[in-house]
Each structure stands twice: as structure tokens, then as C-alpha cells.
């Protein structure tokens, strides 16, 4: 299944944006580890930006790298948004709430514990009307995201936002879900080339054991291996080389995503 990549953003620790990512995972600068540059989230509206989330800003924010980066409308992709465990902030919120006698949860905090709230949150950002999916997991949701965008793109004829991402939550949560750090990537996906396409990529589940491309520099293995949403680096680290690649992610417990990724001409 063949599908274009026009625009890329990435935020995580060492890697604030796809400019300097692309020089790291490349080989031309060196990585060094930093936390994560959390945004603001501007592209909201200034009572939704109140409201929402640090997982829900940090995923708009990368939505809208993307779409800028490919030149994209925003209001004509479809949406596809995975995170391993999504606001676990705001769970604890309201698990703590629940734990009270008055047992009065905010409506705002109920809403921003769906697992689509982000892509809600986006598509009042940028208007989009058409129709958003949002996946979860677990270690798997990477790759489970990318093959629903990827099979979108090709059943629909549609271009498509995928953006995947992680932040850790508190404790006792963070011990049931680990999260070694704030994380997150998402591309635009297009049915057929066009003037801003840079890579080409085609996606294919396989039988077997559910390996995966490691990263060569061990402080970047790491993150790959500590966080769901970074299970993407050998992905953009191919990108970031500029070079015919193939890479496997681990999908489900009997096989894998494998992905063959091309420059575009």
C-alpha cells in the first residue's frame, strides 16, 4: 500500500522540531538530551487553549507542524491520532475526584479524558469536518496508527493527518503505563504525489516474530524502546537519511509492520 509523505514534525527530548531531528537522526550533529520543548498550542482559540490538556496541546501543536511543513489545508485532511494511554493527567484528576465524598467531577476534565479528545481539540483548531479516528496499543500504537492511515489514504482517496503521541503521566499511574519522556511525530499523508511529496512509503503487515529496526545510538534506542510514540524514530531516521530504506515495527505479538520508504524524485 502506496502512500506519500508531504509534511513531518516531530517533538521529544533533544529533537524539538524536524529541522534539527533531521540533522541528529541523519548523522551530520550529535544527539543530546534535553526535555521536551511542551508548546502553547496556539492554533487554538483562546477559551479552548484554557481548557485543554498538555497531551492535547502537544498534539495539536504537532498537527499543525505537519500540515505547515507539507503546505497542507488542514481543513481538507482526515485525521488519524494514536497515543498509548492518552491524558493519564487528567485520569488521575478525576480518579482523585471520585475518591472524594462529594465525588464531583469537572465536566472539562471529563471531556479531555476521552481518547479522542485531541483530535476534537484539532479539528475545532483548524475546522476540519471530516472524520477523525483515534487509536490506542499500547507499545503497538505507532505502528497501528500509521497502518490506519496508510490503508485510509489508500480505501478513501483520502489525504490524511497521523499524528502519534506520549506524555507521561503521575503516580501511581506512571508505574502501570511507563512513559520515559514526552514524545511525538506526525506526518501527512497523500493518495498521490504532488509538488511538496518528499518520500514515498509502502506499509505492509507481515507474518512472525514482532521485531523491530533498533536505533544505532544507544541513548536514542532507548527512547525508542521507553516511550510508544517514539517506536517512529527508525522511521524518521530513514527519512532523515535521504536514502531507499526498509523498516520493521513491531505490530501485535505475531507480526510486524514492515515499511519501504523512498526520496521522491
Not at 498538555?54 to 507542524?65: E, M, R, S, T
Not at 496499543?137 to 503521541?165: N, P
Not at 518528499?198 to 505492509?204: F, I, K, P
Not at 544507544?218 to 517512529?232: I, Q, T
Request: glycine share 6%; charged share 15%.
Amino acid at each position: 500500500m502506496r502512500v506519500f509523505v508531504d509534511g513531518v514534525a516531530v517533538n521529544g527530548p533533544g529533537l524539538p522540531d524536524w529541522e534539527h531531528a533531521c540533522r541528529v537522526l541523519s548523522g551530520c550533529a550529535p544527539y543530546t538530551a534535553a526535555p521536551a520543548v511542551m508548546p502553547a498550542a496556539p492554533q487554538l482559540p483562546a477559551g479552548e487553549r484554557r481548557r485543554a490538556s498538555l497531551p492535547i496541546k502537544f498534539a495539536v501543536d504537532l498537527a499543525a507542524q505537519a500540515a505547515a511543513h507539507a503546505q497542507a489545508d488542514p481543513e481538507e485532511l482526515g485525521v488519524v491520532f494514536g497515543s498509548a494511554n492518552g491524558d493519564l493527567h487528567t485520569v488521575h484528576q478525576i480518579c482523585e475526584a471520585l475518591a472524594q465524598p462529594e465525588r464531583e467531577v469537572s465536566p472539562t476534565r471529563f471531556h479531555n479524558s476521552v481518547h479522542n479528545a485531541s483530535a476534537g481539540y484539532w479539528s475545532i483548531a483548524v475546522k476540519a469536518a471530516l472524520a477523525s479516528t483515534s487509536v490506542a496499543a499500547q507499545d503497538d500504537t505507532f505502528a497501528a496508527a500509521l497502518l490506519e492511515g496508510v490503508m485510509q489514504v489508500r480505501a478513501e482517496g483520502l489525504s490524511i493527518m497521523l499524528a502519534a503521541y506520549d506524555v507521561p503521566g503521575p503516580p501511581p499511574l506512571a508505574c502501570a503505563c511507563p512513559t520515559l519522556a514526552a514524545f511525538g511525530v506526525a506526518l501527512v499523508l497523500r493518495p498521490a504525489q504532488t509538488r511538496m511529496s518528499r518520500w514515498w512509503l509502502e506499509a505492509s503487515v507481515r507474518e512472525g516474530p514482532p521485531v523491530a529496526t533498533p536505533m544505532t545510538v544507544p541513548e536514542l534506542e532507548g527512547l525508542r524502546a521507553g516511550v510508544a510514540a517514539a517506536r517512529a524514530l527508525p522511521l524518521l531516521s530513514a527519512m532523515a537519511g535521504q536514502k531507499p530504506s526498509n523498516v520493521d515495527l513491531a505490530y501485535a505479538e505475531d507480526r510486524r509492520l514492515h515499511v519501504e520508504l523512498s526520496p521522491c524524485a
